[in-house]
Nanobody
Framework: QVQLVESGGGLVQTGGSLRLSCAAS????????MGWYRQAPGKQRELVAHITAGGSTNYADSVKGRFTISRDNAKNTVYLQIDSLKPEDTAVYYCNAGLRPYNGDYTYQYWGQGTQVTVSS
């Protein structure tokens, strides 16, 4: 059973920082791209940052220069360093991975359960 487990969310003040982690576990053959999404109340889920298996990254315009995505392939883990937090960053953050399990022939999209980030003004 493959699963993604996020951690690192919390309540911070404007201008603060957080580091989110997402670890993939289970019978994993390979992991392709990984990413972080967020969903604020009453809004659609949006892509925040994305990283390929080779380490190429891209970001939503609203977070460029403040968020940094990275991954540790040996640990099957993706990170999101969030700096200079703003109240509008408040949302549930979800990690996503394109992952091929050992007992499968295809790559599937997996999601974590989400971690709440709340920024107070």
């Amino acid at each position: 059973q493959v699963q993604l487990v996020e951690s690192g969310g919390g309540l911070v003040q404007t201008g603060g920082s957080l580091r989110l982690s997402c670890a993939a576990s289970g019978s994993i053959f390979s992991i392709n791209a990984m990413g972080w999404y967020r969903q604020a109340p009453g809004k659609q889920r949006e892509l925040v940052a994305h990283i390929t298996a080779g380490g190429s990254t891209n970001y939503a315009d609203s977070v460029k220069g403040r968020f940094t995505i990275s991954r540790d392939n040996a640990k099957n883990t993706v990170y999101l360093q969030i700096d200079s937090l703003k109240p509008e960053d408040t949302a549930v953050y979800y990690c996503n991975a394109g992952l091929r399990p050992y007992n499968g022939d295809y790559t599937y999209q997996y999601w974590g359960q989400g971690t709440q980030v709340t920024v107070s003004s």
